[in-house]
T-cell receptor
Framework: KQEVTQIPAALSVPEGENLVLNCSFT??????LQWFRQDPGKGLTSLLL?????REQTSGRLNASLDKSSGRSTLYIAASQPGDSATYLC???????????????FGQGTILTVHP | SQTIHQWPATLVQPVGSPLSLECTVE??????LYWYRQAAGRGLQLLFY??????ISSEVPQNLSASRPQDRQFILSSKKLLLSDSGFYLC???????????FGSGTRLTVV
């Protein structure tokens, strides 16, 4: 059974810092990995999607890397801003084979607070 | 472009009352559809998924049911709500192939 762990559970940083959020998964047979952002009381917003054959994806100040063999992904946020404050979730989609139907397994999330 | 709509945004229901949450997707066909629940302080739990009209798979035994009467419509229901059904319910869709998931804005359900 796939298990996804996110470290740290919470992170508080001053504005302008570069930061790294970590995600690890126990079963390396994944199809892809997706990073989401969730604001309080809101739905999930997709940030980055990394296919299993890719090493990294970038969008603006965000960069996500994937090391499938070691079961790790990191989300790098450059020059953090107060508007980045949210919960960040990583989720893995199992390999396309079998009867998984692409059901995501989520980590518990990292609560990020960026203070001015 | 594809969009997903979920309603209502907030719902307060008494114990024992019925429930119907609706989710619709626009701009795509034959999506895979999912219902997740997020309890306070806990992660997301997959409740149901559907790969086609009338095809529903349940992930956990519970007081809820799901239906997919049309290709882009997914409904979460209950005949009699329990206090433990309170939570944040999220609908999601994924297209065929290697694409990612897109989530709706969620429904906050409070059973009193």
């Amino acid at each position: 059974k796939q298990e996804v762990t996110q470290i740290p559970a919470a992170l508080s940083v001053p504005e302008g810092e570069n930061l790294v959020l970590n995600c690890s998964f126990t079963d390396s047979a994944i199809y892809n990995l997706q990073w989401f952002r969730q604001d309080p009381g809101k739905g999930l917003t997709s940030l980055l999607l990394i296919q299993s054959s890719q090493r990294e994806q970038t969008s603006g100040r965000l960069n996500a890397s994937l090391d499938k063999s070691s079961g790790r992904s990191t989300l790098y946020i450059a020059a953090s801003q107060p508007g980045d404050s949210a919960t960040y979730l990583c989720a893995v989609r199992p390999d396309a084979g079998g009867t998984s139907y692409g059901k995501l397994t989520f980590g518990q999330g990292t609560i990020l607070t960026v203070h001015p | 472009s594809q969009t997903i709509h979920q309603w209502p945004a907030t719902l307060v229901q008494p114990v024992g009352s019925p429930l119907s949450l609706e989710c619709t997707v626009e701009g795509t066909s034959n999506p895979n559809l999912y219902w997740y629940r997020q309890a306070a302080g806990r992660g997301l739990q997959l409740l149901f998924y559907s790969v086609g009209i009338g095809q529903i798979s349940s992930e956990v035994p519970q007081n809820l049911s799901a239906s997919r009467p049309q290709d882009r419509q997914f409904i979460l229901s209950s005949k009699k709500l329990l206090l433990s059904d309170s939570g944040f319910y999220l609908c999601a869709w994924r297209g065929q192939g290697a694409g990612g998931y897109t989530f709706g804005s969620g429904t906050r359900l409070t059973v009193v």
